[in-house]
């Protein structure tokens, strides 16, 4: 068939879509046990700081095999807090990719730090340890590694990298990476400091929350410190003294995670295990799948680790198409795919530019990265069919652009 025909029955063209309703990219679970649990809470006496955070905070630990957790309001906050406890300040240097979401690297700006950005390894877009390696001075003061996609970093390579080089402190982004693992060490337990989010995308959502794990207990207590204006006690702990005397000793944030939130979040941790479980099924899917459409190219997954998918990103390969990523984005959205972009380098944003002077150039790796990938929609509640709609349509779309001759005529 001529290449104007395969195009003419794309949606984007007019042509109809692979499906009627658009699949998102992600999307959460809530079933009745998270609704009881939340209704047992709002007739309780605790809608806030009661007893179940400390619940929520052991559980989520118990989970990933941490000795700390401490709740927070979200996933930016936990970062935040992760930079308060380590001390970075003004002068600081935090070393973070430039291939994830800003408030990685917003964290460091908010205490004053300066971030610096370190590119990824081209396979798997996580942080590249001989990056880091180039990037570290006499101020850096922490390495913010993101486990992008739901993979974690090589922390042990990242560990070689810091030894004799001073007291450099590693933040574990694991925003991504609830469930995953690295052999049979789980994320969370993998860097100094383990950031997540439950946001309703993630893996385990509380509407809005945040939590960092730690093995080391000072830090903890400074981040529940900090979560609560810097003050040293918090409410049930003054009542149960019955004083009304509390001490601001630091600079702290309202930062709590509420006990409703808390409630819910306990019993989405009950699921997190079938939901991984059923993100890894449809990432082989996708992986068999995409293995005869040599146009699609999933990343590279590292060797011991275990994925745990809160994205399922592809890259391109352009010179085999005579369309550009902008325009297949486009005609995949047409045919009710929700297809992303995770995401524009964080260098590339206004801020950074006008506040850091950074820009195009920076991070190689990252910014030819950009060009190309694509995120496929991932989530646990996707059906069978769901998951053929996104192969139909990657294979209807892909053909439709795909050069005659099969041979790469651009770039
Ligand atoms: C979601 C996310 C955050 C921020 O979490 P929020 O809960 O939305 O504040 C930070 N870093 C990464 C990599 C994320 O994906």
Redesign the pocket.
């Known amino acids: 068939m001529p290449e104007d025909l395969k195009t003419a029955q794309l949606a984007l063209y007019g042509g109809s879509p692979v499906r009627s309703e658009l699949l998102p990219y992600g999307r959460h679970h809530i079933d009745d046990d998270d609704v009881a649990a939340v209704t047992r809470v709002l007739r309780s006496d605790w809608l806030t700081g009661g007893p179940m955070v400390g619940e929520f905070e052991t559980a989520f630990a118990r989970a990933v095999g941490a000795a700390e957790a401490v709740a927070v309001s979200?996933?930016?906050?936990?970062?935040h807090a992760a930079m308060f406890a380590i001390g970075v300040g003004p002068g600081d240097e935090v070393i973070v990719p430039p291939m994830?979401?800003a408030?990685?690297a917003n964290a460091a700006v908010y205490q004053g730090g300066t971030p610096v950005f370190a590119d990824v390894d081209p396979g798997t877009l996580l942080i590249d340890p001989a990056q880091v390696a180039a990037k570290i001075t006499p101020r850096t003061k922490a390495i913010v590694a993101?486990?992008?996609a739901g993979q974690p970093c090589d922390y042990d390579a990242l560990r070689r990298v810091l030894a004799g080089r001073g007291e450099i402190k590693i933040v574990a982004?694991a925003?991504?990476a609830l469930g995953a693992r690295e052999r049979d060490r789980p994320v969370g337990t993998l860097a100094d400091l383990n950031?997540f989010?439950?946001?309703p995308?993630?893996h385990v959502t509380t509407g809005?929350?945040?939590v960092i794990t730690t093995e080391d207990p000072a830090l903890a207590t400074r981040m529940r410190m900090f979560r609560n204006h810097g003050i040293t006690v918090d409410d049930r702990q003054r009542g149960a003294k019955a004083s009304w005397i509390y001490e601001i000793v630091e600079l702290g944030y309202n930062y709590r995670l509420t006990d409703v939130q808390c409630a819910l979040g306990i019993s989405q941790l009950g699921k997190l295990a079938g939901s991984i479980a059923r993100r890894r099924a449809i990432a082989d899917e996708y992986g068999r799948a995409f293995a005869s459409i040599p146009e699609v190219r999933p990343l590279a997954v590292r060797p011991g680790a275990t994925h745990a998918y809160?994205l399922y990103v592809v890259r391109l390969d352009l010179p085999r198409l005579s369309a550009d990523r902008a325009t297949l984005f486009a005609a995949l959205r047409r045919e009710n795919i929700g297809v992303n972009v995770?995401y524009i380098p964080v260098h590339y944003h206004p801020f950074y530019r006008r506040r850091f002077g950074f820009g195009p150039g920076l991070c190689p790796v990252a910014e030819a990265a950009y060009e190309q990938i694509l995120t496929l929609p991932m989530f646990p509640t996707m059906t069978g069919r769901d998951v053929q709609d996104v192969v139909d349509a990657l294979a209807k779309v892909v053909e439709a652009f795909r050069h005659e001759d099969g041979a790469a005529r651009r770039r």
Do not use: R
Not at 74 to 79: C, D, E, H, K, S
């Open positions: 979200n996933g930016t906050a936990a970062l994830t979401f408030a990685s993101v486990d992008y982004d925003c991504h950031v989010s439950l946001h995308v993630k809005e929350g945040g809160h995770h």
